[in-house]
C-alpha cells in the first residue's frame, strides 16, 4: 500500500502564472495547463503574477504548496 501511495506523489518544482478559479488558487503554466494549489498562506498580492511553486505533486494536478514565491 505505501508503494501507491509514494507512487501517486511526487516533488514538484514549478512556475507559472497564479490565478484564482472557482474559488480556488491554480497555476497556470506557460503550455496553458493548470496545476491546482492547496496552501496554508494565501499570497493574495502575487494573484495573476508570475511566480515558482515548490511542494508535492499529488495525482496529475493537485499541489501541495510548501513554497511560493515571484518567479
Not at 6 to 32: P, S, V
Not at 54 to 71: K, M, Y
Request: charged share 30%; hydrophobic share 35%.
Amino acid at each position: 500500500m505505501q508503494n501507491n501511495v509514494a507512487q501517486r506523489r511526487a516533488e514538484c518544482h514549478e512556475t507559472g502564472l497564479l490565478i484564482f478559479k472557482d474559488y480556488c488558487y491554480a497555476l497556470r503554466r506557460d503550455d496553458g495547463a493548470e496545476l491546482w494549489l492547496e496552501m496554508d498562506r494565501i499570497p493574495c498580492h502575487l494573484t495573476e503574477s508570475k511566480v515558482r511553486v515548490d511542494g508535492t505533486l499529488f495525482g496529475s494536478n493537485l499541489v501541495s504548496v510548501e513554497r511560493i514565491g515571484p518567479a
